[in-house]
């Protein structure tokens, strides 16, 4: 099931809260990647398979442009603003780029082994381990990641950039995922 940005109850209207629902699912498909590498030299189930799948195709499609809303979008922004309450998060940004970078290494590994999973049922022995080992290190850069993203430099920036600003982020975000851009909270929909 695809899962896409401006889906829950934040909007545009709030565009760091989008960015921390980015997290929740990040954290989410994070979880997916390390079930996966837990039983990646058994063969796969077909639940485990699929949702190896859609975290794969979610890292690889939705994250860049979740790092291109922080790297492109919010930070320049951040880096204008001339206040002395910013300078905390200011001084964590080069340190969130680098993760980014990192991140965008060790996901091409996990996007290799976990294909080479999915085409071949299972990994050896080595390289179930290298899967492991490489997930692991992704869920903990994005732990600490998150936890100053959320904590500190979200904050900052829903209470320090201009409406106009939030407004200009918003609605990068939503050309980068070619959808309206609206400050309408979405109708939740109903089962039939």
Do not use: W
Request: one cysteine or more; proline letters at 5%.
């Amino acid at each position: 099931m695809p899962v896409h940005i401006g889906e829950s109850v934040h909007n545009f209207s709030d565009p760091t809260a989008l960015l921390s629902d980015c997290h929740r699912r990040i954290e989410m498909f994070m979880g997916s990647l390390e079930a996966a590498a837990r039983v990646a030299d058994h063969p796969l189930s077909n639940e485990t398979a699929q949702a190896l799948t859609t975290a794969l195709r979610y890292f690889r499609e939705a994250a860049p442009k979740h790092t291109a809303d922080e790297e492109e979008s919010l930070f320049p922004r951040l880096r204008q603003v001339h206040d002395p309450g910013i300078q905390s998060a200011l001084s964590k940004l080069g340190e969130l780029e680098e993760d980014h970078l990192r991140a965008a290494t060790l996901h091409s590994e996990v996007e290799r082994l976990g294909g080479l999973c999915l085409s071949k049922g299972s990994l050896s022995r080595a390289d179930a381990e290298r899967f492991r080992a490489t997930v692991a290190t992704l869920m903990s850069m994005y732990r600490e990641h998150i936890l100053v993203e959320d904590q500190l430099v979200f904050p900052v920036a829903a209470r320090l950039l201009s409406q106009p600003d939030q407004m200009s982020i918003a609605r990068e975000m939503a050309a980068r995922r070619n959808v309206k851009f609206t400050t309408e909270i979405p109708a939740f929909r109903k089962d039939k």
